[in-house]
């Protein structure tokens, strides 16, 4: 793996699983230039690594994060931001889809992504984690959507992705007010799947998932993966077209017999 000033990874190859770290604990995780740098080729790591099935998406110190380094990026694209000519503005289009890659690659990738949040989720950790898969929290977690707050259309993916989560509601309702939403709420919108009491319970579980979802077939987690990421724009018959082509080109014999060898051996335990 390459080195990285923003991330830390954690690999465990008996489990087929790696940790990412956000690691910039003295800033609360804010993402300057490095993290939006970095992200795209940190996916592409690990998505071409084959000891890596299921990564957990954390952040080192008190917070998750608290979103974009705002002070940094003013300074470091202040042209850009203020500029009133056709190229200030094409440019600032070309800086935001750059910045939009790592996420896109997370949520188009073959590995399963779950986020594990403490403390701030604020903007741009919403946004990140919206690009994972599953979303686990704990019971002091905090989630916003602040970029109306400082005169801003959120660009980064949370009102692209969050009303396939968690509707358009509960998205606009985010949105709008930009205000704190607790993490019961964030559950009962189904923003998180589950809560945990502390931070070593929420790791604790979640590499417990990321190794259940690791030792089921690898070709049926990404073929699901891309099912239900194909099912977010089409019908419900197209969707059905699609996974019957989808197991008539990829269904694997082999990995069956091997899937539910495991089965009767688990029961027989349990017996």
Not at 159 to 173: D, E, K, V
């Amino acid at each position: 793996m390459g080195v990285y000033p923003f991330f830390e990874i954690e690999k465990n190859p008996q489990s087929k699983t790696a940790v990412l770290y956000l690691n910039r604990p003295e800033k609360l995780n804010a993402m300057n230039w490095p993290f939006w740098q970095d992200l795209p080729r940190v996916i592409d790591e690990l998505e071409a690594d084959p000891e890596v099935r299921v990564v957990v998406l954390a952040g080192r110190g008190k917070s998750f994060s608290v979103g974009i380094d705002v002070f940094e990026f003013f300074m470091n694209h202040r042209d850009a931001l203020t500029g009133a000519t056709a190229d200030a503005r094409e440019e600032l289009y070309r800086l935001i889809l750059r910045m939009q890659e790592g996420f896109d690659r997370m949520s188009a990738g073959d590995n399963i992504y779950i986020a594990a949040i403490h403390r701030h989720c604020i903007g741009a950790g919403l946004d990140i984690s919206a690009a994972c898969d599953l979303r686990l929290a704990c019971r002091d977690a905090i989630f916003s959507l602040r970029e109306t707050k400082i005169a801003i259309v959120a660009d980064m993916g949370s009102l692209n992705r969050l009303p396939r989560i968690i509707g358009q509601g509960n998205t606009r309702m985010l949105a709008f007010t930009g205000r704190d939403f607790a993490a019961e709420e964030a559950l009962r919108m189904g923003l998180v799947n589950e809560l945990y009491d502390n931070r070593e319970a929420l790791m604790a579980g979640a590499l417990a998932l990321a190794a259940e979802i690791s030792e089921n077939a690898s070709p049926a987690v990404r073929g699901s993966k891309r099912i239900l990421a194909y099912m977010e724009d089409h019908s419900v018959q197209d969707g059905l077209r699609y996974v019957a082509a989808w197991n008539s080109a990829f269904l694997n014999t082999r990995e069956i017999q091997e899937a539910l060898q495991k089965a009767m051996e688990k029961k027989a335990k349990k017996i």
